[in-house]
């Protein structure tokens, strides 16, 4: 039985349970959408960040494409380099005082001149080696010389190494002073 006093407590009840389900299901929704709208600020912030990032990689990547473009260009005219100078340690004294070869040698050094000018101005610099204790990063080991100086330190250089900007173009091969037996 049901009992006619309780029915309009009821009915309100319902009418109450009625009324609020549909802000409880605007609620869900809301926050439903809220999080959905949350989700996507994070994936564009990803993705903005991740488009940064390929942005800065490939500004890099284009900067060393240009500071080491020459990279093979300029391992390869080391030779011409190393040739000129052993032609120009070669030349007599009495050579460079003759009046007929000077102005020829003349050319020679005002060549070599400026090809040193030509690599500085490509960042390639020489490896200063004599005397430095061997770094295997810039220095390659020939032979271990008997020595004064202490083991490991470099006391011939064989041929010059080359650095292009911070990178290594050639290793310097030297000699290096060995410990005393």
Do not use: C, W
Not at 79 to 99: C, H, W, Y
């Amino acid at each position: 039985m049901i009992d006619e006093t309780t029915t309009p407590d009821a009915d309100d009840l319902r009418d109450e349970t009625a009324a609020a389900a549909p802000e409880v299901a605007e609620h869900d929704a809301a926050a439903r959408l809220q999080a959905e709208i949350e989700d996507l600020k994070k994936q564009i912030l990803y993705a903005q960040a991740e488009t940064q990032n390929v942005r800065r990689r490939m500004e890099k990547d284009a900067q060393d494409a240009r500071a080491y473009a020459a990279t093979s260009f300029a391992r390869d005219i080391l030779s011409v380099s190393d040739n000129l100078t052993r032609a120009l340690a070669a030349i007599p004294p009495a050579m460079r005082e003759d009046e007929g070869t000077k102005p020829l040698i003349t050319g020679l050094e005002m060549t070599g001149k400026e090809l040193e000018n030509v690599f500085q101005r490509n960042g390639i610099t020489k490896i200063e080696s004599v005397g430095a204790k061997l770094d295997p990063n810039r220095h390659q080991a020939m032979v271990e010389l008997p020595s004064d100086q202490e083991p490991g330190t470099i006391v011939q250089e064989m041929q010059a190494g080359y650095m292009i900007k911070d990178r290594l173009l050639r290793p310097a091969l030297v000699g290096v002073a060995k410990a005393a037996e």
